[in-house]
Structure formats: C-alpha cells, structure tokens
C-alpha cells in the first residue's frame, strides 16, 4: 500500500518541486539570495498563486453550487418534512429520488462546494512530502525529486525565516524560535479559515437560508475546522504553515470580490450591493433563478397569486340589484333596495 502511495504522489510531488524551483530561480535572477527563507518562502507563495489561479474554474463552480443549495432549501426541507418519521424502506428510496429529482433538474450538485478542497489535497501532500524529504535528499538517503537535486535540498533545507528552518515542526522542535514561527503562522492559519468561513455565513446567506440543518453544520464548522487546524498544524512543517496561511489569504480576498460582485439572493451582501448601485444612478442586477424551482433564496412563491401579466376583471360591486332605467328612475320607482327582476337586455 506504501509503495501504491508514494507512486500516486511522485507525480504530485515533481510538479510541486519544479513550480516552487522555477520561483526561486526567478527571484534569485532579481537580486534575492539563493539560500535565503525568505527566496524558498516566496516561492511557496508562487506555488498558492499557480495553484489558486488554476483552480479559479473549480472555485466558480463551488460558488454557484452553493448558492443553489441555498436557493434549493425550502424545497428539501419540503421533502424531508413530507417523509418525516417514515422510516421503511420505501419511503426512503422515493425521499431520495425526490431529491435527486430536484438537483436534477436545477442543474446543481452539492460534491461541486467540494472541489476546490478535493482538488487542493494533493497539492498539499505533495509540498509536506517535497519539504519533509528534504532532509533525506541532502543526506543522500532518497533521490533528488524533479529539480530537486542533493544540492538544492541541502541549501533549501539550511534556508532560514526568523531563525527557523522551513522544515521544522513544532513537534520535536529544537529551538525557541522554530515554536514561536510554528505558533504565530498556526494562530494565523486558524484566524483566516475562520474569518474566511464567517465572512460566507454573515454576508453572503439568506436569512431564510440560516434556519436549516446545511446551515446549522456550516456554524459548527465554523467553530471546528479552525480548532482541528490548530491542533494538527503542530505536526506541520514551516513551509506547509505557509502554503496553508497564504491560501487562506487567497480564499479570503477572491471570497470578498465574488460576495461583493455577485452576492445570494436575500443576503446582507445583495443588500449592500443595490445600495451601491443606487447611489451611482445603476441599475439593479437581475435576481437569478434556479432552473427547475421557480424561486430565490429569501423568496417565498405564492402560487396562489396571478401570474406576471395576466390581467384582473374588476367586479361590480352591485352585480345582483337592478340597473337604472334610462332617465335615471328605477324600476317600480323604489332606490334599488329591495329585490327586482333583472332588466331586459
């Protein structure tokens, strides 16, 4: 299983070591030194930003994705209360169907808000496994990876940032410096993912999006990931410390535009943005719809209401008394107020 592994990763691996080479040989073109933390650091951020970049198609699709679930929830919360207590098995494959049904036929698939992250894994891995093996690379214990060779390995691993090597863990760490680097870009790491993760939930749901078990989870998580980060983050080494808190930065900027440029329907964010628009003279964007529902989020549809366009017939109000004769008189000369027989037409 090891051997499956590790030759799954190699090829992660050897695209993470030449982007982050082809960096420092770029910045050391420029003037920085070769075996500086601060020329290997930088090159890590080159990797977040090729990355990132490539992973903008991915991160669109998420955000689309997102937002239909939010517009699609009343609709589950339909069919889960429809079925509610019903456990046999019918119910539950005709409970299922229903919302595959209705994904289906808004275009939406929630393993979409998944992808971004899915995508990111390897990319992570394979920078531990480059930085982790980069001690071995230089003893001559493992061969080179890509541009990696045993000499480049040897001065990326003597490469320091505030005295610490971006190699080093907080576990096992030898030095002072090596826990207070590890613990500033941990703190760090963790405040970005949360901040990221409120930022979505304050600004950019629906108020009628916010009462749901979807949304209920994503307030768990929001408390959870950045304690799980922290945790686990003392057995990273420096350089995954940086890549993890520069593509939360990342995260956190390209989350702002889009929430900014193309808020959900119903949102704080939606609000402030036909705020702004008012007050340059622009017109209103328009609301968008999920195929197949019929709705926004934040919307509640009366279908009992009059279709757009279709006209109302006004009624009279004295539809059943007599009409006047012409000349104004009425019949039988009474003021209309007790029965008569209808006029002839």
């Known amino acids: 299983m090891g051997d ?6 190699y090829p992660i691996e050897w695209v993470v070591a030449w982007i982050m ?6 910045f050391t073109a420029v003037g920085m030194p070769a075996a500086s933390g601060w020329t290997w650091g930088l090159s890590i951020v080159g990797l977040v930003i090729v990355m990132r970049a490539a992973l903008i198609p991915l991160f669109m699709k998420q ?3 997102s937002r239909n679930m939010q517009i699609l929830s009343p609709e589950l919360q339909k069919i889960q209360a429809k079925y509610k207590g019903k456990t046999d098995p019918e119910s ?9 049904e209705l994904y289906r036929s808004s275009g939406t698939n929630p393993l979409s808000s998944c992808l971004p992250i899915l995508a990111q894994s390897p990319i992570f891995f394979g920078l531990f496994r480059v930085l982790n093996g980069l001690q071995s690379i230089a003893d001559g214990k493992r061969d080179g990876i890509g541009p990696i060779t045993r000499d480049v390995a040897s001065q990326a691993e003597q490469a320091m940032i505030f005295g610490a090597q971006l190699s080093d863990k907080f576990m096992g760490a030898s030095t002072t410096n090596t826990k207070i680097v590890t613990i500033v870009l941990i703190i760090l790491m963790s405040v970005t993912t949360f901040t990221t993760q409120r930022q979505l939930m304050t600004k950019n749901m629906p108020a009628s999006a916010l009462d749901n078990p979807f949304a209920r989870q994503q307030k768990v998580l929001l408390y959870v990931l950045p304690l799980v980060f922290a ?3 003392v057995n990273f080494p420096i350089g995954v410390l940086i890549y993890w808190f520069v593509t939360n930065v990342w995260s956190m900027c390209q989350q702002f535009y889009v929430i900014r440029r193309m808020p959900a329907p119903g949102s704080l964010a939606e609000k402030a943005l036909h705020e702004r628009r008012a007050r340059k003279g622009q017109p209103l964007p328009a609301t968008p719809v999920v195929p197949g529902t019929g709705a926004v989020s934040g919307t509640v549809v ?3 209401a009059p279709k757009s366009g279709q006209r109302v017939q006004p009624k009279r109000k ?11 008189s ?3 000369g009474s003021g209309g107020d007790g029965p008569q027989d209808a006029p002839g037409r």
């Open 21 to 26: 080479y082809g960096f420092h040989q770029a």
């Open 92 to 100: 539950r494959q005709k409970m299922t169907q229903e919302t595959m």
């Open 302 to 304: 009366d279908t009992s």
């Open 4 to 9: 499956f592994f590790n030759s799954v990763l």
């Open 231 to 233: 945790i686990s983050g």
């Open 63 to 65: 955000i689309h994705a």
């Open 318 to 328: 004295d539809r059943g008394g007599p009409r006047p004769k012409a000349g104004g």
């Open 330 to 332: 009425s019949s039988g």
